[in-house]
């Protein structure tokens, strides 16, 4: 349908788009190769110089703050991308250091974090189980050696010398003075004794004198006091021996030990810190030699309790390997999933015993932070802020450059536990965050710290530009993804509908889509559909198998909005003429499905002065960017068609059937159609939807969901007219993203669907009304039955009305 419009004794012709410029089809014949199977491995990342040039630059520069925030559209392949880009560089990085947690001797509360070189962690460990395992038997065997046992013994005689020694001057004195000591194994006695040396029997001492009785009472309590003093004095030589005996266990010890500690400190000598420790271990061992003693008497008992024991006795001496490496890893690449408190920083477990919660080091676990130090942490941004305190605790060791595992419950005082406070660990990690942009720049704006400590972002793009070198380099990456997900084979025509989806969900027929996961499910819905055929290979027939059936499965909205137009519930009328009536088509999202379907809009128009008022407004139905499409429309009116009398009009503007909010100004070109049909009273072909925005100077204005309103109409006016001809307007603008289904091309090439690209409204009213506009001659008039004509010609009579009202009012 081509219109003839008359205007100024001209003739105008407005022709539909050629069919060419509906769709871009991908040319498959100069690809040289026939099935994915052929392709090389893609070696690049298409489309996202600005973002991998942020990448690099971020990840090199090693300044304090430089971490990154990478933005784009969710499931545009930024995780895979940026950790696919880190470990392509990362051999060349050096090797990150092992960190472990051991005792601390003197405040056990406090352990101590060791530092060591790239994978010495495990090595570390495993040569102080082996010291302890060996010096379980060494140190049992120096005190059964016959030196330990002679020095010892040496030790013990010479107190028991001193000891028989003392008692037995105390008993000589004694029997000087005809006093008799005899010492027992459990203590002494003490008695008289006759100048014969013997001792009084009761009856003899019965018949003592008082005085001889009081005599003989005070020597033996004099004698008793030097028994007491003297056992005093032994007492204090015991503490003298047992100490004596220490010391000699201890330099048994020291000798026992000092070649296993040495040989490891040689081993460590590069490593400051791990010599001190184990300087502090010997010096532990050799004070506490009698648990190696208990540790062999349980071995020789064989009981279940003594190994248990041994275990808790020498787990003091274990290392708790925080995170370690292995040789052929290179620097970590972690990405954490969870990034709860515990899962990010760390945390302190606590272990149930006889009702009581007990810890100590070897019960500290690492966290993400820990596992990534020296490398590199990926996260979604959106995930950490949602877990409670973890974006404030990861703002706080990025800005002290040091890890602090503190158990969030202790902070907020919510539990009184004894735990610990383990040494802090020196942190140096480069921190990615993965998110969206309106997070990015929110978090830019409120929160002063983001600033400081994420100073580079790399923005992905969501779109690439569509070229022969670029849909080769989509085939490569297509082909990439079938093997890497191990898919049946493409061939090049089913490539080449691939780069034709990639198009659609870019909505512009000359770029190419970068949303990864889309295409990846379109390729994994395609396998699946050919292996139900037991297919070799994918074509384009299942490719368009597997797009029809993915919009079926969410197409019910559609199809009871598509029932109900068709039923007369919702009143389309798609033939025919009619005043002050349009359709204008909405696009309704669901989310993983968005499809169009036409819209009435109605104008009534009558001598008032409240201009045009928007229905949807008055019901508090219309959106902002509808009210300002509204405000547009009224200045476009006045402008163009009452510059030199008031505008005394009434008109009202309604989407009829919508009881739901209308946002978007893609309908302004429709409602000012109806509008200037109503007041010029010619009728509007019904067989045409409009879609379009338009400015104060009558520009039309490109709008989203092109292909979907194009779609809708087409898909309607087939329901409820079998194969009359439809068409629809939309602006010359939005040709560029034309990409549209293969119905809507067969019945453009059979003319029974007409798709015209205006730039301006007057091309829209010319061709729904086969009138044409018209122009200002010089005299700044319109030519006669021309639409501005008879627009004017009413507004004027409204005015002149308006007038004569207002007069006769003022004569009254």
């Known amino acids: 349908m081509s219109l003839v419009c008359a205007q100024n004794s001209e003739i105008l012709m407005m022709k539909p788009l050629h069919v060419n410029q509906l769709y871009n089809h991908c040319d498959v014949e100069k690809f040289d190769f026939n099935t994915t199977e052929d392709l090389k491995n893609l070696d690049t990342i298409i489309g996202q110089t600005r973002a991998l040039k942020a990448i690099n630059f971020g990840v090199g520069i090693k300044q304090k703050g430089y971490n990154l925030y990478v933005m784009g559209e969710l499931g545009s392949g930024k995780h895979s991308i940026v950790e696919q880009f880190i470990k392509s560089r990362k051999e060349d990085q050096e090797k990150p250091a092992d960190w472990c947690y051991v005792n601390n001797f003197e405040d056990p509360r406090k352990p101590i974090s060791l530092k060591l070189a790239f994978s010495m962690g495990i090595q570390l460990k495993k040569d102080m189980e082996e010291l302890i395992v060996d010096l379980q038997g060494i140190i049992p065997s120096v005190f059964e050696s016959e030196e330990y046992r002679e020095k010892k013994q040496s030790i013990v005689d010479k107190l028991n010398e001193i000891k028989k020694e003392s008692f037995q001057k105390i008993k000589e004195r004694a029997k000087e003075e005809y006093i008799a000591i005899n010492y027992t194994a459990t203590g002494y006695t003490v008695s008289p004794m006759s100048k014969e040396n013997k001792i009084l029997e009761a009856q003899e001492f019965v018949a003592l004198s008082d005085k001889e009785k009081e005599k003989i009472q005070e020597k033996i309590k004099k004698f008793k006091t030097q028994i007491e003093h003297t056992a005093q004095d032994m007492a204090i030589q015991s503490k003298a021996q047992l100490k004596e005996i220490r010391e000699l266990e201890q330099h048994m010890t020291k000798k026992a030990v000092d070649n296993s500690i040495d040989e490891l400190k040689k081993r460590y000598e590069a490593h400051p810190n791990v010599v001190m420790y184990l300087q502090s271990v010997e010096e532990d061992i050799i004070k506490n030699a009698q648990d190696f003693l208990i540790s062999a008497q349980n071995a020789l008992s064989a009981t279940g309790a003594g190994s248990a024991s041994e275990s808790t006795i020498f787990s003091r001496y274990r290392v708790n390997v925080l995170v370690t490496h292995k040789d052929k890893e290179g620097v970590p690449v972690v990405y954490e999933n969870n990034p709860t408190y515990a ?357 039309v204005q490109a709008v989203g969901g092109i292909n979907e309103k194009i779609e809708g109409f087409f898909d309607v006016c087939r329901l409820l007219g079998g194969t009359q001809k439809n068409g629809i307007i939309i602006p010359a603008s939005n040709v560029k993203h034309l990409m549209l289904k293969e119905e809507v091309l067969h019945a453009v090439r059979n003319n029974t669907y007409e798709i015209y690209a205006i730039e301006n409204v007057d091309e829209g009213m010319e061709i729904l009304t086969g009138i044409a506009s018209g122009k200002r001659d010089e005299k700044g008039n319109f030519p006669k039955k021309s639409i501005g004509y008879q627009i004017e010609d009413k507004l004027r009579f409204f005015a002149d009305k308006s007038r004569q009202k207002k007069y006769k009012k003022e004569r009254e």
């Open 343 to 699: 899962n990010l920083f760390g945390e302190v477990e606590h272990v149930a015993q006889m009702g009581m919660l007990l810890t100590d080091f070897n019960l500290i676990k690492p966290g993400a932070l820990h596992r990534a130090n020296g490398g590199y942490l990926i996260f979604d941004a959106s995930k950490v802020l949602l877990q409670p305190f973890v974006w404030d605790g990861l703002k706080r060791m990025l800005q002290a450059g040091a890890i602090r595992i503190e158990s969030l419950a202790h902070s907020l005082s919510l539990i009184s536990t004894l735990t610990l406070e383990p040494q802090t660990i020196e942190l140096d990690v480069k921190i990615i965050l993965i998110g969206s942009r309106m997070l990015y720049y929110l978090l830019y704006n409120y929160d002063p710290e983001f600033k400081e400590l994420f100073k580079v972002n790399a923005d992905f793009e969501d779109r690439i530009e569509r070229n022969e070198q670029n849909s080769f380099l989509y085939a490569q990456m297509i082909g990439m993804m079938v093997k890497k997900n191990q898919l049946l084979p493409l061939d090049k025509k089913a490539v080449g509908r691939v780069i034709e989806y990639g198009s659609r969900i870019a909505e512009d027929s000359q770029k190419l889509s970068t949303h990864l996961k889309s295409l990846g499910d379109l390729l994994q819905e395609a396998d699946f559909i050919a292996a139900q055929k037991k297919l070799k290979q994918i074509t384009k027939n299942e490719i368009d198998e597997a797009i029809a059936q993915k919009a079926e499965r969410s197409d019910r909205i559609k199809d009871y909005i598509y029932e109900e137009i068709q039923r007369e519930t919702i009143l389309i009328q798609t033939k025919g003429k009619k005043v002050g009536q349009v359709n204008g088509v909405s696009v309704v999202n669901l989310g993983n499905y968005a499809f169009g379907h036409p819209v009435k809009i109605t104008a009534l128009t009558r001598l008032g002065k409240d201009g045009i008022v928007n229905i949807e407004r008055e019901a508090k139905l219309s959106g902002p960017m509808h009210d300002k499409g509204m405000m547009i429309l009224s200045a476009f009116l006045a402008a163009r068609y009452a510059k030199d009398f008031p505008l005394s009009v009434t008109a009202t503007l309604v989407f009829e059937q919508s009881y739901g909010k209308i946002e978007g100004d893609s309908a302004s070109c429709a409602e000012l159609f109806a509008l200037l049909s109503s007041l010029s009273e010619i009728a509007l072909d019904q067989s045409i939807a409009v879609t379009g925005s338009m400015n104060q100077n009558g520009q």
